[in-house]
């Protein structure tokens, strides 16, 4: 049984991997189980400088899913080499760092840095609904995410992945900007914008009022987007938006996901992740799958 | 160290109207947990409700390796945990919190709490009971009818002193009015609190007024309980309002120096 893929350039021993934000830089989980297990990890959003988030309330559960908005809080990318790199390299699985900014050039110094760190490719967040600059403001146009991935490919020799925001119409003219613009894959979705409203005090939960919604109830529109961006481009995809189990990750790859990302699930069971790898496994034995890669964009459209 | 357990349900006690004390069997977790710490709790099959329920620890069983919790019926999660019966499991995450209630530097410790916020004392005045600390315990409630665990606290406490806002049992007031006392005897070298945000506030101003080292144990919105998303934050107080830090409640606590945390 084969259940090797190569993401975007990215080689990996299996295509589940743990989605930006979710998983923190690895070291809660690692007491759990060994993290070599994974294909990939996906770190929390990093940026230039250090953030410090936004205001509590953060984070509110809705029906099968979590909205949050956290603000990209990071220690900055100066304290992920020194720290969290070292530890994240003991395990053998590709490490893709998130890199977050507020504007063009932040984007591009970050970009700079992380092309000399020993790491597998570096996944751009043009989608983050939850701070006021940078980020979705730059993903939501087809010309804004073109001009963005364009000036930080110049810098970047690493494998590029460019991280979508679903708030937006035509989510596959937005893919082709990336690919436009020489990215090796797209991942998507990041959160949908939400909001939620206490009834009593007539305020919003979150004290930014809005959040990006996550967790099973975003997955069908994930699974359509998949779709779509899959017709549109031809570099791979990191499907991601509410997999809880091996069932959803094989319902993303068939939608045309190359490999897939666990998000909120990493929330409700830290083994959620390489449960999923056996899962998928025991899919493949069931269904006479011999490899993984055969189930790529094999979804039969009515 | 932090671990996942299918714990079995091994006694259900019905405290009030809505609130539960579950023990059950989880000798991993009890192995290393502290005073303060709290577990993570799936309540649902499904995906929804999506997300664990933090709950704190009330009681630890080292020997027997039983842990026991008590809550408050708040919505749906809450709602279908206090639906299992005795000898179900319950998956269970935890000890989790790295911020846990200190007490070996003082001697005499005077740990306050209100409404359902004195659960997660017991464990604290047990412990520091068994090491010869001068335990004083404040507990304050609404009324009488909301009057919680009076014998269990009176066992681990050298002076128990019960409130209620209202007068209709024990001491009229609020709790901190008498640990206020107290402390200008000088009775007091540390305090412990946990309980509603407006008693928190005015104990850990007291605190400070008076000099006195103080740990609260705090809460916020949650979303994993381990460490990772970030969601449950706190601002340091020595963070300014244009460039606010933050901890996490998961993580730097539930408890805090009470000097540290702006609330």
Not at chain 2, 35 to 50: A, K, L, M
Not at chain 2, 61 to 79: C, P, S, V, Y
Not at chain 2, 196 to 223: D, H, T, W
Request: net charge positive; proline share 4%; charged share 20%.
């Amino acid at each position: 049984m084969n259940t090797r893929i190569n993401f975007a350039g990215i080689k990996m021993k299996n295509p589940v991997t743990v989605a930006s934000g979710t998983f923190g830089y690895g070291r809660e989980f690692h007491n759990f189980f060994d993290l070599s297990k994974l294909g990939g990890i996906i770190t929390k959003g990093t940026s230039l400088k250090p953030r410090s988030g936004n205001k509590p309330p953060r984070i509110c559960e809705t029906a099968s899913g979590i909205l949050n908005s956290i603000g990209l809080q990071n220690p900055g990318i100066e304290y992920f080499a020194q720290n969290d790199l070292p530890f994240l390299k003991k395990f053998d699985t590709a490490i893709i760092v998130n890199a977050c900014g507020s504007t063009v050039d932040e984007y591009v110094e970050l970009c700079k840095i992380l092309n000399k760190l020993d790491i597998d490719g570096v996944e751009l967040n043009l989608s983050c609904p939850n701070v006021k600059a940078g980020c979705m403001a730059f993903g939501n146009t087809y010309d804004g995410v073109k001009e963005i991935t364009s000036k930080v490919r110049k810098v970047l020799d690493k494998p590029l992945i460019v991280k979508l925001t679903p708030n937006v119409t035509d989510i596959a003219s937005i893919a082709k900007g990336a690919e436009d613009a020489g990215a090796d894959g797209v991942s998507l979705i990041n959160t949908l914008l939400g909001m939620k409203i206490d009834i009593h005090t007539r305020k919003p939960i979150l004290a930014n009022n809005t959040g990006g919604l996550s967790g099973p109830a975003v997955k069908p529109v994930a699974i359509r987007m998949v779709y779509q961006v899959s017709q549109a481009v031809n570099i791979p995809i990191l499907g991601m938006g509410g997999i809880i189990n091996g069932e959803d990750a094989i319902e993303f790859m068939l939608a045309g996901a190359t490999a897939i990302s666990i998000g909120a699930g990493n929330f409700i069971d830290p083994y959620t992740s390489i449960n999923t790898i056996s899962e998928i496994k025991n899919y493949m034995i069931k269904n006479n799958i011999e490899n993984i890669n055969d189930i790529i964009g094999k979804v039969q459209i009515n | 160290m932090v671990v996942k357990v299918q714990a079995k349900l091994l006694d259900k006690i019905k405290l009030k109207e809505n609130i539960y004390h579950f023990k059950v069997e989880a000798p991993e977790i009890v192995k290393t947990a502290k005073p303060g710490n709290f577990i993570e709790i799936r309540v649902s099959n499904n995906t929804d409700p999506f997300i664990r329920r933090p709950i704190s620890i009330h009681n630890i069983d080292k020997n027997k390796g039983i842990l026991e919790f008590i809550f408050q019926i708040k919505g749906e999660g809450t709602k279908n945990l206090s639906k299992k019966n005795i000898g179900e499991e319950i998956d269970i995450i935890g000890p989790l919190g790295n911020g846990t209630f200190k007490y070996n530097e003082y001697q005499n410790i005077a740990v306050i709490g209100g409404g359902i916020g004195v659960f997660p004392l017991y464990e604290l005045c047990k412990e520091a009971k068994e090491d010869n600390k001068h335990v004083s315990t404040y507990l304050g409630f609404r009324s009488k009818d909301f009057v919680l665990l009076e014998k269990e606290f009176k066992k681990v406490s050298d002076n128990l002193i019960i409130t209620t806002d209202d007068g209709s049992y024990a001491n009229t007031g609020f709790a901190i009015n008498y640990l206020e006392e107290d402390i200008n005897q000088g009775k007091v070298s540390s305090i412990y609190a946990c309980g509603p945000l407006p008693m928190l506030k005015a104990i850990r101003k007291l605190s400070i007024e008076k000099n006195i080292p103080c740990q609260i144990s705090l809460e916020e919105r949650m979303g994993c309980g381990l460490g990772v998303c970030l969601g449950c934050a706190v601002k340091t107080a020595e963070s300014s309002k244009e460039n606010p830090q933050y901890w996490h409640v998961c993580k730097g606590g539930p408890v805090f120096n009470a000097k540290l945390v702006e609330i």
